[in-house]
């Protein structure tokens, strides 16, 4: 009994090091936030020093564009990633249930078509924007975000529709419930945790994609990325008190929706295989 009481305090121990040790840079751009410039460069580094609130001030108004850019990212994320997951589970319903002819095939197009690197399509997609006046607007550039989402996603889908037993379907089906009844009513509540890890995996990618914005983006569509790679270098060097406070305010909302809902995350890592999650 004691040597398990040691091996089970030993195990936690471990975990709570790593995890700290992963949390460390976090917390320490957390910490920088609170101070100067001066007590960031210092050698050796402040541990204990007076918080101040002043380069959140100065992020906020002196950087005219900044509260934009929070808000281009916040509506472009979240817009994007709600259209994505909504076409990506209708389409993962069709393959799970119809299973049309070449579904393996087509599933590793989708899976490939995400594979694909940003900088091999950057021209053609710069070409497309900008022929069709679709340059530096918000719709075309969620759009965009979406359909980059949506392979990812219905991989994901895939996967939990599969964990759900086609009986569901027929029942409804013989009680004479309508298919929007069946798919919105009945299987989508089951894959619930597949819905929320599809949204968050997608959301993470959404949120940090810089390159994208700043090619076919413009002055309106500006992200925090974008702010953060504009802004970094100013009076001759690294605005250290800059990076530490927008990083903080940039790095937040992931971090509350990965805590709220970390579980769906590792049922979305297994891709559904994980029936009791279900």
């Known amino acids: 009994m004691i040597s398990d009481r040691i091996k089970n305090g030993a195990y936690y121990t471990l975990l709570w090091a790593v995890s700290l040790l992963f949390f460390t840079p976090v917390a320490w751009i957390i910490m920088s936030s609170f101070k100067t410039r001066e007590e960031i460069l210092a050698t050796p580094p402040t541990v204990i020093f007076t918080p101040t609130l002043d380069n959140y001030v100065e992020l906020f108004t002196e950087n005219q564009n900044f ?20 076409v990506s589970f209708l389409a993962a319903f069709c393959f799970s249930r119809f299973k049309p002819k070449g579904t393996n095939f087509l599933m590793f197009i989708l899976l490939s078509i995400r594979m694909l690197p940003g900088p091999a399509v950057i021209l053609p997609v710069f070409l497309m924007f900008a022929n069709f006046g679709w340059k530096d607007r918000h719709l075309p550039l969620v759009l965009f975000y979406a359909m980059f989402s949506i392979p990812f996603s219905v991989w994901i889908l895939k996967g939990f529709l599969d964990g759900v037993s086609v009986r569901f379907d027929e029942t409804g089906r013989a009680n004479g419930a309508s298919w929007f009844h069946i798919i919105f009513k009945v299987v989508l509540p089951q894959v619930k945790p597949g819905l929320i890890a599809a949204f968050i995996f997608n959301l993470i990618f959404v949120w940090n994609e810089f390159l994208f ?11 925090i990325p974008y702010a953060l790679a504009v802004g970094t270098y100013s009076d001759g060097g690294l605005n250290w008190t800059f990076i530490a406070a927008l990083t903080s305010v940039y790095i937040l909302p992931p971090m509350a929706f990965i805590y709220l809902f970390q579980k769906y995350l590792l049922a979305g890592m297994t891709f559904g295989t994980v029936r009791g999650e279900v």
Request: proline share 0%; glycine share 6%; no cysteine.
């Open 67 to 86: 509260v934009q850019q929070l808000i281009n990212s916040v509506v472009m994320s979240l817009s994007a990633v709600v259209i994505a997951v909504l």
């Open 213 to 223: 914005n700043f090619v076919i983006g413009g002055v309106q569509t500006q992200n």
